[in-house]
């Protein structure tokens, strides 16, 4: 049991919000984590363009809509308890699919911005094979990275998709993230768009439907 599965906090107790396949009848899930001042509600309607029969979604809520108060290059106490909370939440959620049947290789996580951030940050913290890993303008948190990440994410494969001129995340984070991810044994793709500024675009939409995708193969 890793240290996130004991932490209570402010978002233990939050709504987890579900959409697509029924759990009980699903062969995949995915885990969305929203970004700061959005909700669950909104990452399930987002999961709606990329959804595929079979695969149920399920969206943790952050208490006041925020995962963490500050920026993800803070230093790390600065944003506790909720960068904990938060990770407890991605995995409560996991647990969740799991007692369902879904194993974790079919569980994928996707998050936009600090939800993007946490689901880096559970994934480096809880490494094993996962479905994958979208983190849609987002990268791992902390003011500086651990000089080591010890474990194997088996080859799970992650997409990283940023703005190169983001106002939040530095593009330099995002070639990080990567870095620490490929030293893992992930299967890492990474895009930066020229000027796109902060959110989502259709490319990268395509990349998390197709690893949606390929949950069912």
């Known amino acids: ?81 909720g960068r904990s909370s938060g990770l407890r939440a991605i995995a409560d959620a996991i647990s969740r699919a799991n007692r369902a049947g879904i194993p974790t290789e079919r569980i994928m996580l996707i998050g936009f911005s600090q939800g993007a951030c946490l689901a880096s940050e559970y994934l480096v913290r809880n490494p094993r094979r996962y ?45 990080d993230t990567a870095d620490v991810l490929e030293s893992m044994n992930a299967d890492v793709t990474k895009r930066l768009y020229e000027g796109m500024g902060h959110g989502i675009n259709d490319d990268e939409m395509a990349v998390v439907s197709e690893m949606v995708a390929a949950l069912l193969e």
């Open 131 to 175: 479905g994958g890993l979208a983190a849609l303008s987002g990268g791992l948190i902390g003011e500086e990275l651990d000089d080591e990440y010890p474990g194997d994410l088996e080859g799970t494969p992650v997409f990283l998709g940023c703005s190169d001129v983001d106002p939040h995340i530095p593009e330099e984070r995002v070639h």
């Open 1 to 81: 049991m890793s240290a996130a599965d004991r932490v209570e906090g402010p978002h233990q107790g939050q709504q987890l919000v579900t959409g697509g396949t029924d759990l009980a009848d699903a062969e995949a899930a995915l885990v969305c984590t929203h970004g700061r001042g959005a909700t669950a509600r909104g990452m399930v309607q987002m999961a709606e363009e990329f959804h595929r029969d079979g695969v149920a979604v399920l969206a943790p809520q952050a208490a006041r809509q925020t995962w963490y108060p500050n920026s993800f290059l803070a230093p790390v106490e600065r944003n506790e308890p």
